[in-house]
């Protein structure tokens, strides 16, 4: 499929294709004429991309990440990935924790502004 139907599948914007592709975490065959062509399995890993990205994983963790993620599916073994995952989890509770406590801070403000 082109760009524009990965597009239209995955809710994902032709210019997020493009950077998934850029920081090797998406990748595509090309035409005779230069155009993007990507196997179906694409849908799929655009959603697990931008989940990854809306959990707070940056570019270089998810793009380290999906391979270990799609041995352990294919039953190979990834030994890393738990602890790896775990450390993940951690940092993204610290991070919760601390837009909680700016959340009850911006609270405090708006609750003595009225």
Partial sequence: MRIGELSARSGASPRSLRYYEERG????????????????DAVERVDRVQCLLGAGLNTETIRELL????AQERGD????L???????????????????HTRQALDQVIANAR
């Fill in 82 to 100: 738990l602890d790896w995952l775990c450390a993940e989890r951690v940092r993204v509770s610290e991070a919760i924790r601390g837009l909680e």
């Fill in 25 to 40: 975490l998406l990748t595509s065959e090309r035409t005779a004429g230069g155009h993007r062509e990507y196997g179906e």
């Fill in 67 to 70: 391979p270990c993620v799609y």
């Fill in 77 to 80: 073994p990834a030994p890393d």
